[in-house]
């Protein structure tokens, strides 16, 4: 006799609200930083009691550790084959992934930001903060067939993109277009 699983509603149910929680977690750190953080702040943006937040998060630091965890899973969700994407001109596509990290998700890219300087400082969620790198160096590596280059290169596009996120610089192709030709 085979015993067939059911569903566990609860658990469904409480997988829910924890991402609800995460989104409201992020959407504070896009609007106010990761300074902006706290129990009661997100509870309210998540429109939820602090016992609720409490009881999937006990500590600020569960919170922020699995928001950063959560980003980066969304990021990589996201780039996800993009690498093969970047066809005969990938300058150009490169140029396009930052303005769209800087101009259209900007916001999110702050937030990932502010959970990546947040971990500098934190060792034990130092692996976490390099997840979210992973999707740019396997993108890298789609045209620096060389690992070492490839890491450099997503060394380069993150100062890049923290230049344009400031506004100290614009996305220009003519300095991706550069960097790829240093790099070959």
Request: neutral net charge; without cysteine.
């Amino acid at each position: 006799m085979q015993v067939r699983r059911v569903p566990d509603g609860r658990r469904m149910r409480g997988e829910q609200r924890r991402n609800e929680l995460l989104a409201a977690t992020l959407a504070v750190i896009e609007r106010d930083g990761v300074a902006g953080v706290s129990h009661r702040v997100v509870a309210a943006e998540a429109d939820v009691s602090v016992a609720s937040i409490t009881y999937h998060f006990p500590t600020l630091d569960a919170l922020l550790v699995a928001a950063l965890q959560s980003a980066a899973e969304d990021l990589a969700a996201e780039l996800d084959g993009r690498g093969s994407e970047l066809g005969a001109r990938p300058a150009d596509e490169l140029a396009r992934l930052i303005e769209h990290s800087a101009v259209r998700r900007r916001g999110r890219t702050l937030a990932l930001y502010e959970l990546y300087l947040y971990a500098a400082r934190r060792p034990e969620l130092r692996g976490s903060a390099a997840a979210w790198l992973q999707p740019l160096t396997e993108i890298a590596r789609a045209f620096a067939g060389d690992p070492q280059k490839a890491r450099l290169l997503v060394a380069a596009l993150d100062g890049l993109l923290m230049q344009a996120l400031i506004g100290a610089r614009e996305v220009d192709r003519r300095d991706l277009a550069a960097l790829l030709e240093v790099l070959r």
